[in-house]
């Protein structure tokens, strides 16, 4: 062995002193871990004259190492050791997050609608039709998002804009869903973007329906009214 950096004398836990001048026989143990035998990878790669990329789990550490060999010159072996072990536990945590997500689809009686980035509908979840009273179709085919009520489609148009521009920050509002007998439905709606999660890829609209909660409000409302209008200030 010629010379060793740093980073790999981390990973194997062994000094560039311990490597430097040592024969293949009395560190073959050391390197045990690399899960080959560097001599018959030397010999492969110069028969094939190329390069390999494998990875390999280390159960001791919880690590995971990508494994880089290449011959840049007859004689010489160059063995490249990267620690992966993050981007390998954000692509299991965005594994659960997926799983979670798919389940609270299939569990969830909130309806889901997921849009692009250019704010149409890409895809919706199974119990749409019951929820919001159109198919994934007629949703998808809809123009402007004409199934909203006229005042409402320039705030969901704005949400939609508000989660791309600030993608951690959720976009909350209330909007009316005209039927297709003409029945007026409300809405509490929570835009995530989720673009980056990976298969979802969307800006999701979740759908809960408050219609009797507004009408209560309405109706409380006109009471107050009229009480107070018996109060003349």
């Given at each position: 062995?010629?010379?060793?950096?740093?980073?790999?004398?981390?990973?194997?836990?062994?000094?560039l002193?311990?490597?430097?001048?040592?024969?293949?026989?009395?560190?073959?143990?050391?390197?045990?871990?690399?899960?080959?035998?560097?001599?018959?990878?030397?010999?492969?790669?110069?028969?094939?004259?190329?390069?390999?990329?494998?990875?390999?789990?280390?159960?001791?550490?919880?690590?995971?190492?990508?494994?880089r060999?290449f011959?840049?010159?007859?004689?010489?072996?160059?063995?490249i050791?990267?620690?992966?072990?993050?981007?390998?536990?954000?692509?299991?945590?965005?594994?659960?997050?997926?799983?979670?997500?798919?389940?609270?689809l299939?569990?969830?009686?909130?309806?889901?609608?997921?849009?692009?980035?250019?704010?149409?509908?890409?895809?919706?979840?199974?119990?749409?039709?019951?929820?919001?009273g159109?198919?994934?179709?007629?949703?998808?085919?809809?123009?402007?998002?004409?199934?909203?009520?006229?005042?409402?489609?320039?705030?969901?148009?704005?949400?939609?804009?508000?989660?791309l521009?600030?993608?951690?920050?959720?976009?909350?509002?209330?909007?009316?869903?005209?039927?297709?007998?003409?029945?007026?439905?409300?809405?509490?709606?929570?835009?995530?973007?989720?673009?980056?999660?990976?298969?979802?890829?969307?800006?999701?609209?979740?759908?809960?329906?408050?219609?009797?909660?507004?009408?209560?409000e309405?109706?409380?409302?006109?009471?107050?009214?009229?009480?107070?209008?018996n109060?003349?200030i």
């Open positions: 062995i010629v010379d060793v950096n740093v980073p790999f004398e981390e990973i194997s836990g062994i000094s002193q311990e490597f430097v001048g040592r024969s293949h026989s009395k560190i073959k143990k050391d390197l045990k871990f690399l899960g080959f035998d560097w001599l018959e990878e030397y010999a492969f790669l110069a028969v094939d004259q190329k390069f390999r990329n494998r990875e390999k789990y280390l159960e001791e550490h919880r690590a995971y190492l990508r494994i060999t011959i840049p010159q007859l004689g010489y072996l160059v063995i050791v990267s620690d992966i072990t993050p981007i390998r536990r954000v692509e299991k945590d965005t594994k659960i997050e997926e799983q979670m997500f798919r389940s609270l299939e569990n969830c009686k909130d309806g889901f609608l997921f849009f692009s980035p250019d704010e149409s509908i890409i895809s919706a979840s199974a119990n749409i039709p019951e929820v919001l159109y198919t994934e179709e007629e949703l998808k085919m809809s123009q402007e998002l004409s199934f909203l009520h006229i005042e409402d489609r320039r705030k969901v148009n704005e949400a939609i804009r508000d989660v521009i600030h993608p951690r920050i959720a976009s909350e509002l209330e909007f009316q869903v005209i039927q297709k007998d003409g029945t007026k439905m409300w809405f509490e709606g929570t835009f995530h973007n989720m673009l980056q999660a990976k298969g979802v890829n969307s800006i999701v609209l979740k759908l809960k329906e408050i219609t009797r909660r507004k009408n209560e309405f109706e409380f409302y006109h009471i107050a009214s009229r009480r107070l209008s109060y003349p």
